[in-house]
C-alpha cells in the first residue's frame, strides 16, 4: 500500500505517532511536534536558499515552515519508488478567515512583519520579471483573444461577455502601463535589488494560519526578488473582491502595514498602478484561452459577470484610495 512518503520518516531518525492528509500533503505527529511531509518538485538549489530565507525568518522571532535536514544533513529525502520528499515544521493553527475582519489584519500585520526581516544577496535566477514587461505583455495577451473571439464568433455566454466588456477593459490595461512608465518603477526596482528585498510570492489567506496569541506564514515555494509592495497588493486584492472594493477596509489594510513597515511614496505609487491594472480580467481571458473552449465553466462566467458589474467602483478605488500619501 502507498504510504506517501511516510517511511522517509525513518530518515529523519523519526516516527508518526499518527498522521492526516491535508492538502497535497501529510501531517505527522511526532516526538519533535506537529510536521509536515510533502512531495518535492521543484529544484533542490533554489530549496537551500529557501531554507537560507526561512532559518533567517525563524531567528528573527516569527513563525515560518522551515525545513528539516536528515541524517545525512538533506533536505530531500527518496522513498523506495525514488519520490522525492520534503519534512517541515508545522503549527497547529487555522487559515485566515477573510469573513473576519481581525483575521485579515493580523494577516496584513504579519506580511508587514515578515517584508521587514526577508533580505537576502541578489541572485538573478530568482529575480521576477519586469511588471511593466508583463503589463505589455498581458494587453498583447488580450488583444490576442480579442481577435481569436472576433474571427471564430462567439459562441458562449463567456465569450459574449468578453467581447462586450474587452475594450474598455483594455483600455485600463494601457491605462496602467502607461501610469508604470511615467512613474519611477525603475527606480523603486534597482532600491529593491540593492536590498535584496524578497516578496513571498504567494501570500494568501491559504498560507496564513492563526493561533493563538500569534500567526505563522508558510509555502514559501514562489519567493523571489521583487518590489514588497508586489505581495501586499496580491493579498488586498484578493481579499477586496470578496468585500466590492470597501474602501475603509483597504485604509486599515495599509494603515496597519504602514505602522510596522512604513510603504515610501515609490511604493504608494506602485500600489495605484497595480490596483488599476485589470489583472482578474486577464487571468479568466488568459484562462479561457488556454483550455477547453468547448466547455466554460458556470463558475468563470459568472466571475466574469461580478468583474463587469464591478467595474466602476473598481475604477474609482484606486484614485480615491492612493490619493494622498500617505492617507
Known sequence: MYDYGLSTLEQYGLTAKSSSRTRGALLCYTEKGLLILREFHGSEKKLQKQQELLLTIQESGLNVDSFLENQEGSLVSRDKDEIPFTLQHWYDGRECDTKSRDDILKSVRSLAELHKVMKLPVINDYVEKSLQEEY?????????????????????????????SVEWFLKKGEEALAMLEDSSYETLRQQSMDEGRI??????????????????????????????????????????????????????????????????????????????????YWKLANYYYSHNKAWISEKNIEKLKILVKQKDIWEEFAGKCFERYPF
Open 199 to 280: 516578496c513571498h510570492g504567494e501570500y494568501n489567506q491559504h498560507n496564513v494560519l492563526i493561533m493563538k496569541g500569534s500567526t505563522a506564514v508558510t509555502n514559501f515555494g514562489h519567493w523571489g526578488f521583487d518590489i514588497q509592495a508586489a505581495d501586499l497588493y496580491r493579498f488586498m486584492r484578493k481579499v477586496l473582491e470578496k468585500y466590492n472594493w470597501d474602501l475603509s477596509l483597504a485604509r486599515e489594510m495599509l494603515r496597519v502595514y504602514h505602522q510596522v513597515r512604513p510603504i515610501s511614496p515609490l511604493e504608494w505609487k506602485n500600489l495605484r498602478v497595480r490596483f488599476t491594472y485589470p489583472e482578474k
Open 136 to 164: 505589455v505583455r498581458h494587453n498583447q495577451e488580450i488583444r490576442k483573444i480579442r481577435k481569436f473571439i472576433r474571427k471564430k464568433g462567439p459562441t458562449s455566454l463567456f465569450e459574449k461577455d468578453f467581447l462586450a
